[in-house]
């Protein structure tokens, strides 16, 4: 069982930067690949990013390459994620999520935090 706790969620101004930290319980943290999600009101939740589990290899949606950037430190359980040049369309509850394959989809992730809100404002 991985207990996920998300934090950093506020709101910035459209081109300010924010860091969500999304601390995990348990000692196995090191054991599963994280990933970040993002639900905005009226849409399905979005895959952004996805780590695996030394923090080697990364994918991220198109609509956040070169802006976010998702980092985790094993000795922590914890996982970020560094949003920069944030835009109104960023705006979204935010979720990180552990699993065991490294992928895009939300089935493969088996736990999820609770979410926190980013309001981008223009």
């Known amino acids: 069982q991985v207990q996920l706790v998300e934090s950093g969620g506020g709101l910035v101004q459209a081109g300010g930067s924010l860091r969500l930290s999304c601390a995990a319980s348990g000692r196995t943290f090191s054991s599963y690949v994280m990933g970040w999600f993002r639900q905005a009101p009226g849409k399905e939740r979005e895959f952004v990013a996805a780590?695996?589990?030394?923090?080697?290899?990364?994918y991220y949606a198109d609509s956040v390459k070169g802006r976010f950037s998702i980092s985790r430190d094993n000795a922590k359980n914890t996982v970020y994620l560094q949003m920069n040049s944030l835009k109104p369309e960023d705006t979204a509850v935010y979720y990180c999520a552990s699993g065991w394959v490294l992928g895009t989809k939300m089935e493969e992730y088996g736990y999820w935090g609770q979410g926190t809100q980013i309001t981008v404002s223009s």
């Open positions: 780590l695996d589990r030394r923090g080697s290899s990364t």
